[in-house]
Structures are given as C-alpha cells and as structure tokens.
C-alpha cells in the first residue's frame, strides 16, 4: 500500500480542505481489507518479536481524534496480535492535580516505553495544543506570568518538535495518527451509542459541548500538523469514516516502519554457543536416566 499520500512532514503540508475522511484507498471489498489486516497482524508479530528481542529501539505511536474516530478500537484491532509483554497502552485523560503541578510533558516522559517495546498513546502532549488551545486551559496550568508572554502556543509547538526530535536522537521512533472523522459520521456515531443500550456508556453530554466547537478543533489539528510534523516525527492522517480501511492502513504503515527498521534476533557469541551444547548434553543425560 502507498502511504506516502497520508504522511505528512514537512510545515505547511497539510490541509483539511484538501483531505477526504472517508475515502478508502481505492479498496471497495471490506472483506479483502479485512483479510489483509489479518495478514498483516500476523506479520506485524514477527516483527515485534525481533524487536524485541534486539532491544535496541523504542516505537512510541501517537493516536489523536475526535469522539468516536475510533481510536479505541485501532488499538484494539491492529494490536490484538502482539505480545502484550512488549506492548505499553497509556490512555491519557484530563489532567490530575500531581500533574498540574509539573510541566506539561511530564506525565508524558513517565510513560514512554522501554527500548524493545512499543508504546501505545491513547491522547498523549498534543492535547495541549488540541483540547488546551481550543479551551484556553494554560489560563489554569500555574504558569508564572513570565511564562504566558508572547506566542505562547509557538512556544508550545517548539517545545514538542524539540522534545520528539530528542526522542529520535535517543532511539525513539515516533508515529502521529490523527484519525480524521467527518462530523456527518460523528453525528451518526452519536447516534447509534445513544440509540444501542450496550453503548450507552461511551457517551456523554459532554461530547455534544465539544462537537459544538467543531471548526475550532479543525482549525486546532489543521495548525498542529502543519507546525509539529516532521521528518522525524510525521503525521499520519488516517481516513476513519470506514473503521475497516482505517484500521487496514495504520497496520500497514506500522509494519512498513519496523520493516525499515529491520530489527534482527541478537547474534549468540562462540562462548555462548558452546554454553548452549554444554546445557543441550546435560538435557539430552537426563533423559538417558
């Protein structure tokens, strides 16, 4: 699949207006996708396997969205196949009082994963410039006056730019998912968990506060894309108004990143294969006994 059309990585690359969400890649058959994300689930853990146990690299991946652009259940899918023992899932929610008390990335460095493993963040920093600039919420966050002079939201981009670039130059690899729903498909989402008494529960009034400030959020991603993606670091923006392509084209471009990474099984020394025979005898006299 060619992925080079959802990436983004360069400032000004980006542009909603010139984006469909629910376009499909040009498949039309949902049971052909789904074939392929099961291909690609199995493929997906023989590399996470090698990645593993190289332990040199971390992936870290990024999924931002909207209520209901299915970010839940991506994770859900495409990860299903991977061994949980390498895999760290962090969903970050409003922000609690410790956490106000320090700077903004901290709950985020906290909750990086190992070299080895991937990390999963459901939200993650960029809520600070997504919910936190839509909302105005450093007005709240303790800052000294000092630190609420000038472009503060320049500042904050930089600051992410800088501290994903630190985390490329100390073996992190970073992948950014925004789930791009269109609000006619929020809309009927909305409306099949408020109608479905199983779904009730995914549903708040508050989601109704914030799709009323649906442009603002546009205008939100739209800005933070253009200003934090980059080469190191890219946007991936998923078409998420077909759950199955959405989930199709993250697996697929996950397993063509650790592709390029190309993890390898760690070489065994001459010591330590003379120590495996020597272990391989004392089994094989056990058996004789």
């Given amino acids: 699949m060619n992925i080079s059309r959802y990436r983004f990585n360069k400032k000004g690359a980006f542009s909603l207006k010139d984006f469909d969400p629910s376009q499909t890649g040009g498949f039309r058959d949902k049971e052909e996708a789904r074939r392929l994300l099961q291909d690609n689930m199995r493929r997906m853990a023989e590399l996470q396997d090698r990645f593993y146990a190289q332990d040199r690299e971390g992936l870290l991946l990024i999924f931002q969205a909207m209520d209901s652009a299915g970010k839940d259940g991506a994770i859900k899918h495409v990860m299903s196949g991977l061994n949980p023992q390498g895999v760290q899932v962090t969903s970050f929610k409003q922000p609690s009082a410790e956490e106000l008390d320090h700077d903004y990335l901290w709950r985020i460095v906290s909750h990086l994963p190992e070299r080895g493993n991937i990390g999963i963040f459901n939200r993650s920093h960029y809520e600070e410039v997504l919910v936190g600039r839509v909302h105005n919420l450093p007005l709240s966050q303790k800052l000294p006056a000092r630190c609420m002079e000038g472009d503060l939201w320049a500042r904050r981009y930089r600051q992410i730019r800088d501290f994903e670039r630190y985390l490329d130059e100390n073996g992190y ?52 894309i253009n200003e934090t993606a980059t080469r190191h670091a890219p946007w991936y923006v998923i078409p998420s ?37 020597r272990c391989r005898r004392q089994l094989t006299e056990e058996e004789k006994d």
């Fill in 173 to 224: 690899t970073v992948l950014k998912f925004f789930l791009y729903i269109s609000k006619e498909e929020q809309k009927k989402r909305f409306l099949e968990r408020i109608d479905t008494p199983e779904k009730n529960w995914k549903f708040s009034s508050s989601d109704i506060a914030e799709r009323a400030r649906w442009n603002e959020y546009m205008d939100a991603y739209e800005i933070a």
């Fill in 241 to 277: 108004d077909k759950k199955w392509f959405a989930r199709l084209l993250i697996s697929e471009i996950v397993i063509q990143r650790l592709e390029k990474l190309d993890p390898q099984y760690p070489e065994v020394s001459k010591e330590q294969k003379a120590a495996l025979s």
